[in-house]
């Protein structure tokens, strides 16, 4: 298996634009994870899926956030209208089942910059 | 959530042992103990976890102590590859979905 994909690897965008990150979870896992990751704040989850349905979006930051799972190979992260301070390293994570015994296995990353 | 202590960073001769400690003094019955470790420039990736008993995989051992307010990783033979921040992480156990909440970690330097 290819693991999980993101795209793209690095975004260099102004503020005040529209950015978009993907991800493609790994084949058959039915829950996907969103997390940010700064020097400032560490590793946070921003938001969780699981069958497709957000279960927990309690670590979006804002309105200027939005996340979609349209179907259970694709997922979005939207940022409109980005800020210098959503630059970050974003990352997706899939994991076959939900709980506290599964493993969660993360994508390589967006990095991105608010200009 | 029950929070975890680790120590900032820690050193490590190449293909000696590593013992990576983990204190969490307010974990409840049900919570499991995990350990991931993210690497330069990658996403975090799943080390091992436990919830009393010590465990063995292919990557490390974790030893869990009797009381479970503590554990430890142990990397038998570390390699320069095993260079990285590692995570100490209570999930709770039960009806959960098991929330990973990642503290600052202990980054490992491993010397040539």
């Known amino acids: 298996d290819a693991g999980v994909i993101q795209s793209p690897r690095h975004e260099v965008t102004e503020m005040g634009q529209e950015v978009t990150l993907r991800c493609k979870p790994i084949?058959?896992?039915?829950?996907l994870f969103w997390y940010r990751q700064t020097m400032m704040r560490g590793l946070e989850l921003l938001i969780y899926?699981?069958?497709?349905?957000?279960?927990?979006d309690s670590g979006m930051p804002e309105d200027r956030f939005s996340a979609k799972m349209p179907n259970a190979s694709f997922s979005t992260l939207k940022i409109q209208p980005s800020e210098p301070r959503d630059s970050a390293v974003y990352f997706c994570?899939?994991?076959?089942?939900?709980?506290?015994?599964?493993?969660?296995?993360f994508g390589p990353g967006t990095r991105l910059t608010v200009l | 959530d029950a929070k975890t202590t680790q120590p900032n960073s820690m050193e490590s001769n190449e293909e000696e042992p590593v013992h990576l400690p983990c204190n969490h003094s307010?974990?409840?019955?049900?919570?499991?103990i995990h350990w991931y470790r993210q690497l330069p420039s990658q996403g975090p990736e799943y080390v091992i976890h436990?919830?009393?008993s010590n465990v063995n995989n292919r990557m490390a051992s974790l030893a869990i102590a009797e009381d479970r307010k503590s554990s430890t990783l142990i990397l038998h033979r570390a390699t320069l590859r095993d260079a990285a921040v590692y995570y100490c992480?209570?999930?709770?156990?039960?009806?959960?979905?098991?929330?990973?909440?990642f503290g600052q970690g202990t980054i490992l330097t491993v010397h040539p």
């Open positions: 994570a899939s994991s076959p089942f939900s709980g506290s015994t599964d493993t969660q296995y």
């Open positions: 084949s058959g896992h039915n829950s």
């Open positions: 899926f699981n069958n497709n349905v957000p279960i927990d």
């Open positions: 307010t974990i409840s019955g049900t919570d499991y």
């Open positions: 436990g919830l009393t």
């Open positions: 992480i209570l999930r709770v156990g039960g009806t959960s979905y098991g929330k990973l909440t």
